[in-house]
């Protein structure tokens, strides 16, 4: 059960191509958006279609992997650490919240 006290599952698609970054110390961080779609009936009866944005990060041979095989559009299933950080830009401060993979599952057909 420890394993359960930060753990995120989602299934989505991506936003964007996936954003690489080498880093000098030889790592390879992978980032992209992933959209997760809920459509439900609203008090009025009306489909509403609700899409929630998260922000992924990807490190180690998992990134080599998101770099190579996935592109906007790919279904993926991902499971990872929910984290909170802040940084500074342009004199103030920002918030995100991230998702780092632990887990990839590509979903889509093989062509």
């Known amino acids: 059960m ?5 753990s995120v599952q989602l299934i989505g698609r991506l936003g964007i191509d996936p954003q690489v970054r080498n ?3 030889g790592k390879k961080m992978v980032t992209f958006s ?3 779609n809920e459509t439900y009936y609203n008090n009025k009866g009306e489909k509403v279609n609700d899409t929630q944005w998260h922000n992924i990060v990807v490190w180690g041979k998992k990134a080599d992997v998101a770099e190579q095989y996935l592109r906007k559009g790919s279904e ?5 650490k929910l984290v909170n950080r802040s940084y500074e830009a342009n ?3 920002k918030y995100i919240t991230e998702i780092n993979l632990n887990e990839l599952l590509m979903l889509d057909k093989k062509d």
Do not use: C, H, W
Not at 2 to 6: A, G, H, S
Not at 76 to 80: K, L, T, Y
């Open 2 to 6: 420890t394993n359960l006290k930060n």
């Open 23 to 25: 880093f000098d110390s």
């Open 34 to 36: 992933l959209a997760t």
């Open 76 to 80: 993926v299933a991902v499971q990872g």
């Open 91 to 93: 004199g103030e401060k």
